[in-house]
Structures are given as C-alpha cells and as structure tokens.
C-alpha cells in the first residue's frame, strides 16, 4: 500500500499529525496511558518527517491524559446509553470510535471539509460511523444528526473551543441544547489567565494559531441559559484538572497543583445541555 505523502509546514499537517503521533508514541510506553493501535498503524501509512510532531516531557504526558479522560467520559456515557449518537467536532485523526465503541453507538466525526477529505484517505466510514465536513457553526449538520433527535447525545469537542470567540461557543451551547435538550457536552478549556500565558508562548515559536476564549469558572455557561430558554438551562456536571490527582508520569510537575492559577488552569467540563422533554 503506498503512503499518503504530506509536506512538512503543511497546516494541515501540523495540527492533526501532532496529536496522531503522540498517540503512537504511548503505544512505545512500557505501561501506557492509553492504547491506540490505529494511531501506531496510521503513522506507519503517512510519508511525513514524525520527528518534526513530536511532543517532548510534560507536553506528551498531558496530551494523553486529555485523551484518556475524554475516552473514559465517552466510555461513560455509552456505558449509560448504549445506543447513544457521539458527535465528535474537530475530530481532526483522532480514533476515538476505534477506542470506545460499543457496538451499538452511532458516531459523527465533524470537522472542516479538507481534514476531512485527509480522513477518508486514512479511515473508512461505516454503518455506525459518519463523516461531517463542515464548521460545527454551519447549522447544515444539526440536520443531519437530528435523524436521531430521539436517542441520547454526546457531543465532544477535545482542544477547539478556546481557538473560537465566547459569544460562538455561548452560541453553539444554546443551539445545542434547543435542538437536544437532555444531551451532554464534554469540552477542554482554559482560564483568560492561561490563554494569555499560551499567546505568549504560541507568539515567541512563531505560530499563527491564538487562542481567544477563556473559561473563569466551569458554572459560567450556566448564566448563558436559563429555565425559560429553548431547551432549559445549561448545568455543569462536573469537572475535571490535570493535577487534581497523582499521576506518576507528571512527575515533579505534580507540585504544580498547589499553584492555584496552574493547578486548575486547563480543565475538562461536562455539561448537560437542557432538560429532555
């Protein structure tokens, strides 16, 4: 089988391989973190220099606890609902579906149309597992997926909100929860603090991405519905830090959790959005 073939400094490049070949590094890790034999087997079908993607220290370990703690929410859910729909916005390569499906769950991969187009070179579709390529604020999809409006939702967005402003993020909760009121949605975010802190880093590399909305509070998208809303109010569920509990591999990064601003500065939050009818 010939390889897929991508230029270095490709855009496209960067910001899905990183996150594949950090994948297939654990894969390498005496006890790994995660197990994700489909990232290892897609690394081995691209023609790109890896070496150029790699993760160092802290940054690799976190990457996969990211993972890890969206793959035990997903595995969660579907433990609860078996015949859930997961709609996964900005799936970029991740193989999520590989690692978590039950057999039974109906699965979106929603991302632009030229990450996308790169999937379906890599990984087939099936009965239970559809591509969307589109912006998740193109409301062309919600038509598709309320096919199912029925059935439980999960919607997962893992390291794509904070690129977006609040007012689209606030926007894209409230539409979710009018068109799937009783649905949950599982997203990673950052205080303004280290949004700031992430700029700076991002503008010292030379790296055009910016990062723009910021999370103070895990309960601020509470105050963006209300009772009388279409689709009830916004209510976290919980809430998840990096450093909020021991994980060998942090090693002395550890400490960090008791540095307020660090400690709980990147977290992972689980709503529900509105009450089901």
Request: proline share 5%; glycine share 8%; hydrophobic share 40%.
């Amino acid at each position: 089988m010939s390889k897929i073939k991508l230029q270095s400094g490709n855009v496209v490049a960067e910001t899905l391989l990183i996150p594949l070949y950090a994948r297939a590094l654990e894969a390498q890790q005496p006890a790994p973190l995660i197990r994700d034999d489909t990232a290892v087997a897609l690394v081995e079908r691209i023609d790109y220099d890896f070496a150029r993607s790699s993760l160092r220290g802290l940054d690799q370990v976190t990457a996969i606890m990211r993972v890890r703690e969206f793959d035990r929410r997903t595995r969660d859910f579907l433990g609860r609902h078996r015949e859930a729909v997961v709609v996964h916005i900005g799936c970029g390569l991740d193989t999520r579906f590989e690692r978590v499906d039950n057999g039974q769950v109906t699965w979106y991969d929603l991302d632009l149309p030229e990450v996308i187009a790169l999937r379906r070179q890599l990984i087939a579709e099936g009965d239970r597992r559809r591509y969307l390529g589109c912006s998740v604020f193109d409301s062309s999809w919600l038509a598709d997926v309320s096919v199912h409006a029925s059935r439980p939702f999960l919607f997962l967005a893992e390291g794509v909100f904070p690129y977006f402003e609040e007012e689209q993020v606030k926007g894209l909760f409230l539409t979710l929860a009018a068109r799937f009121p009783g649905g949950e949605l599982v997203c990673d975010a950052m205080t303004p603090f280290m949004v700031r802190l992430h700029n700076l880093e991002l503008r010292v590399l030379r790296v055009g991405a910016r990062l723009r909305w910021g999370l103070r509070h895990g309960r601020d998208p509470e105050g963006w519905g209300s009772p009388s809303s279409a689709g009830g109010r916004i209510r976290l569920l919980d809430e998840w830090f990096y450093f909020e509990r021991s994980e060998p591999r942090l090693g002395a990064a550890y400490l960090m959790r008791y540095l307020p601003p660090l400690a709980k500065g990147v977290g992972i939050f689980h709503y529900r959005l509105g009450d089901a009818s």
